[in-house]
């Protein structure tokens, strides 16, 4: 599986952006899909994901009302609606999929340590100016 992102890019304080994660197959695999970012100087941390097979979401404590996480799966694409945005979201944003059991709940604190992602994408720049 290949994850590419695109829809980063440079925004005001305030302004929105929407970013998109295209899978290359997922040959009908359950998943959870989402975003990591990593800002300068600073650790990975999981920001959102969605489960390929309900659409259940999860979401960084931060980013909760102003993020928005959303699957296509016709086009086996993962979008990040991020509305009112903050110098503090500045980083690369990354993609990662993980495999799930089908009979397990996504383990949303395992998902976002990143510890255990079976893909990730190569990651795009959203950088947020005060």
């Known amino acids: 599986v290949q994850l590419v992102e695109s829809g980063g890019g440079l925004v005001q304080a305030g302004g929105s952006l929407r970013l998109s994660c295209s899978a290359s197959?997922?040959?009908?695999?359950?998943?959870?899909i989402g975003w990591f970012r990593q800002a300068p100087g600073k650790g990975r941390e999981g920001v959102s994901c969605?489960?390929?097979?309900?659409?259940?979401?999860y979401y960084l404590d931060s980013v909760k009302g102003r993020f928005t996480i959303s699957s296509d799966n016709s086009k086996n694409t993962v979008y990040l609606q991020m509305n009112d945005l903050k110098p503090e979201d500045t980083a690369v944003y990354y993609c990662?999929?993980?495999?799930?059991?089908?009979?397990?709940?996504?383990?949303?604190?395992?998902?976002?340590?990143?510890?255990?992602?079976?893909?990730w994408g190569k990651g795009t720049p959203v950088t947020v100016s005060s």
């Open positions: 990662a999929a993980q495999q799930q059991n089908r009979v397990l709940p996504v383990n949303w604190d395992f998902f976002r340590s990143g510890y255990a992602i079976d893909y």
């Open positions: 969605i489960r390929t097979s309900n659409s259940n979401t």
């Open positions: 197959e997922l040959s009908g695999r359950d998943y959870a």
